[in-house]
Structures are given as structure tokens and as C-alpha cells.
């Protein structure tokens, strides 16, 4: 970490630029914390590999927030985004959906609670980086906003993970019951309506499974981190 000379602003669309500028030079771009503080600019390079040394990382933030006074940061790193679309798929991590994509996110947070977040798709095509169109929002639950309390941020991401999948089972409850809807109710003895049960396990079961298929196990080992879910 050091600190820069004093410097009164800065935007995030000079963020944004920066990073694609390290992204296309150096093929990589490590997490790191940009922060307006009381002495200039505060920059911070987060080193993590699993998880709980992400969660140290994030404690490492809001240590330097509140001892440099910063009003303003920004987290930068390259991410794996995926789309969660209401009852298309169950809860994975983003890193393990197998339409993952690589993806720039630039975080934006300020101590009056205006976030702004910056996801930029790329691709590499041989030695060429080609981004594709950002995506800006302005709703963040991310883990690395220190100006909220950690526990509130934990609990809307089990809120999310439970709506996801609610949406999914929900889903898939309709469409099996209104295909074999006629079939049970034109059934006439409890034989041919056990029959029919056990089509609409047999359909449910093979749901769950194809769900399985699109989930990668076992994850490229490397250091894109995965900053949870892309609506």
C-alpha cells in the first residue's frame, strides 16, 4: 500500500479507463483498492487465493478506510460474471456456472452510500483483448462495501441464494404438474395414478440432474476471483 500526492477528486470513469489500460498492457489486473483519503490517494493491492483470505482482504479495506479517512474507493479486479435468470437455473457461484464469462468490475463506493458498479465483459482473441459492451448499476450487495455493516450484506446474499432457487423449484413444479395434470386426473385406478407419481419424479430427478451438468465442480484453479452474481 502507499499513499500518492494529494489529489482532491477522482472519477470513475478515469478509474475505468486506467484499468483497461493495465488489463491491455500487463494481461492481468491484480484486486486493488483506489481510495480518496484525508493525506491524497490510497493505493492497495489485495492479495487472496480462498475465501477466507478474501474475508481478510475485505477487514485489510475497511482498516484503511477508517485510518485514512477515505470518503471514496474503488475495488478493481477482474471477475467471473454469470446470469441468473428466475427459474432458468439453481444457485452456483459465479466461477462455477458453465456460461461463465471474464469480466472487469469496477466498484465504486462512496461514504454517503451512492454506489456505482462498472462490469466490463472482455475476451482475448490470440494477443488481441477485446472488450465488449459495460453494463453500469447502481445496486450493490458486494462484500467489499465497508461503509455497511458485514452482516447485513451476508444476509441479503441468502436472501438472493433462496429466491434463486425458490424461483427455480417453483418453476419446475408447474411445468411438471401441468404436463401430467390430464394424465393423473384421467387415471382410474390407483395403479395408473402411481404410474403417473412416478413420471413426475422421474421428470423432477432429471431436472435436478441436467441443473448438475451446467455446474463446474471443480473450477479453473487461477486468480480471477469470483464476485458473486450479474443480474
Partial sequence: MKLEEPKKELCIKEVVEGAK???????????????????GLVLAILLFETDREKD???????????LHEIRKYWIVMEA????LKPGEKMFR???????RK???????????LKNICVCIPFRWEGEELIFDKEAISTESHSIWNVYLERQGIDERFE??????????????????SEKYEKEFFEAKTPEEMMAVLKKVISDGAKAISDQKKTILEDPDKDDINDEGLQD
Fill in 21 to 39: 489500460c493495465v488489463l491491455r498492457i500487463t494481461g492481468k489486473h491484480k484486486p486493488q483498492l483506489i481510495g480518496l483519503g484525508k493525506e
Fill in 56 to 66: 481478510m482482504a475485505v477487514e485489510e479495506v475497511r482498516r484503511l478506510v477508517k
Fill in 93 to 99: 457461484r459465479a466461477k462455477q456456472d458453465i456460461d
Fill in 80 to 83: 467471473w460474471k454469470t446470469e
Fill in 159 to 176: 436472501k438472493d441464494v433462496k429466491e434463486i432457487n425458490d424461483a427455480f423449484l417453483k418453476k419446475l413444479a408447474h411445468n411438471v
Fill in 102 to 112: 471474464e469480466v472487469l468490475i469496477i466498484n465504486e463506493f462512496t461514504s454517503d
